[in-house]
């Protein structure tokens, strides 16, 4: 029986199938019935139906790609489909023979097909962008396919700092990744030049410059810092307490650093900012702020107190009155960090919020910007490390000479209108404390945050 199946086969190849004293085996096909073709971003998807003999093992498609490079693709019996690459604008009629691959290395005549194409990834990318004006610098947005692939390079004709000529900056380079809807990154300026000229540069997959566009003169924007008298927040949360001195006034008294730490009549307290508990984390209660009136909002930048118990930041604060007790620590606030902050926007809507309670009830929030690092990040890389290296400054004098240390959410100029009034800060997520051992408390079960000064930038006028 199986001898019988066999000689069926055979008879039916040598019937399909014949060679030519060239060796090319000729192949009874039709390749509107055998091939099909279905655009896609960056080529097509061809799919196939083989015929019915034992002796083929696959088919070979060439053709030329968008830099005139011969593309050879392969596909094999085991499946019926096989991915065309090699494109950017979309095309039509794209011209490719197919052959069938046999045993011994033979192969059939060639089928004349024709395919068509969706613009690629990169091409999507750079019709989509667009640059608008931002604080000290500018913003991107732009909207990604499904399966995106490439890169991005964005520049700014500047001053090249070893030539001093001028040439491209780059600012930034990223790979395209599908977007949900819009997404919008934003940039300040390594050099001070006012009204920049933009341009961004996409790359296929394969590492070639697909195309380029340029924004012209972008104007700039100058922020500056919101007087604390001139908002009032509101924090549900807050931990106020005289002798550690804790409290709300703490954000706002100027001391980014913590230089007043150093101080004898503060030494072993915090002068700053703790709320708790559920302020951070699924289900945090929210601060707020009023402005007063609608403002165009620049970024809120939270800054992190020097960790140092040399300046008198020693020791514990636990208050046993909350079940379960809290470990508070300033001489240790490595859990109580925030490494992701969302902002929202409200519009002045004429009513005076002079409780948590009657803004925390307002409703119709706009998401205007975010801060995100993840909470279990090596601490050298946090945003929060240069306050919390293991060699912090021991004097008065060496505070005052470092950095500033703060996370900003920045905030898109574009769309804003004429600002908003009232500004919600949701802390979505605190560090987790990087070492382990000790009586600290590693996981921060009830949610605190700690953070020492807060600043509201806006439009400067």
Known sequence: MKNLLFI????????????????????????????????????AVMRYKLPADPEIVGLEVRYNDAWGQEMLRVGGTTCDSL?????????????AQVNLCFYN???????DVTFSTEDSAPVTFLKSAEIFANWEGF???????ANATGMAHVFYLG??????????ILVSSFLLEETDGNEIINYKMQQDIKDPTIVVRAEDFRGYIVDEKVWPNVKSLVSGKLNPDNFTFFCDRVIVHEKHKLGSEYLFDGDKKGEILALEENRGKACSFIAGPNSAGEDAVPMYMDLKQNRVLSSVRLYAVYHSEYLGRRGYWEDSSTEGGMNLCYGDNGNELPCEVTIYGLKDDGQVASTFETIDCKEGWVKLGSFKEDKNLPEKERWTYPARDIYPPRTIQQVQASPEVFMEVIIPAIEQGDGYRYVKMVIDEVFKYPYSGG??????PYNYVQFHELEIYTEKE
């Open 439 to 444: 009586n600290i408390n590693n996981h921060n």
């Open 8 to 43: 069926s086969l055979l008879i039916l190849g040598l019937l399909g199938c014949n060679d030519d004293e060239s060796g090319i085996v000729h192949v009874d096909l039709q390749p509107s019935e055998a091939f099909s073709f279905t655009p896609v971003p960056g080529g």
């Open 139 to 145: 913003s991107l947005r732009f909207n990604n396919p």
């Open 105 to 111: 290395d033979r192969k059939s005549q060639s089928f």
């Open 159 to 168: 001053i090249d700092p070893q030539s001093q000529l001028p040439d491209t």
């Open 83 to 95: 991915q065309l690459v090699g494109f950017n604008e979309k095309k039509e009629n794209v011209s």
